[in-house]
């Protein structure tokens, strides 16, 4: 149940990120609410996860999968470009985003 908590933690916090830039300067209520709501969200369900895996580990993935998915995510909603080298930065990310979840120490 831990791992299904981050990963709606990872959800919440992308969507969170991905609206704070429809606020224009907190100027629009809705993503505004979108922003706010999803910030509590995340942070309830990976303080569930953090009942099932240590908390290093549970906030490292979190982050590294909210890095990865708000990327991504931005690039497609917002059109935003995205180079060469941030993929390669990306893709080092899922690589000990990776190397942690094959560690034995979970």
Do not use: C
């Amino acid at each position: 149940m831990s791992w299904f908590f981050l990963l709606m933690g990872v959800g919440a916090e992308t969507l969170s990120h991905v609206a704070l830039k429809s606020t224009d300067g907190f100027n629009k209520p809705l993503p505004l609410f979108i922003v706010v709501m999803g910030h509590l969200a995340a942070f309830l369900f990976l303080s569930h996860a953090m009942k099932g895996i240590p908390v290093g580990v549970a906030h490292a993935l979190w982050a590294g999968l909210a890095i990865l998915s708000v990327t991504l995510l931005s690039a497609i909603v917002y059109r935003q470009h995205v180079d060469a080298t941030v993929w390669i930065g990306m893709v080092f990310v899922a690589i000990g985003i990776g190397m942690i979840n094959l560690s034995h120490g979970h």
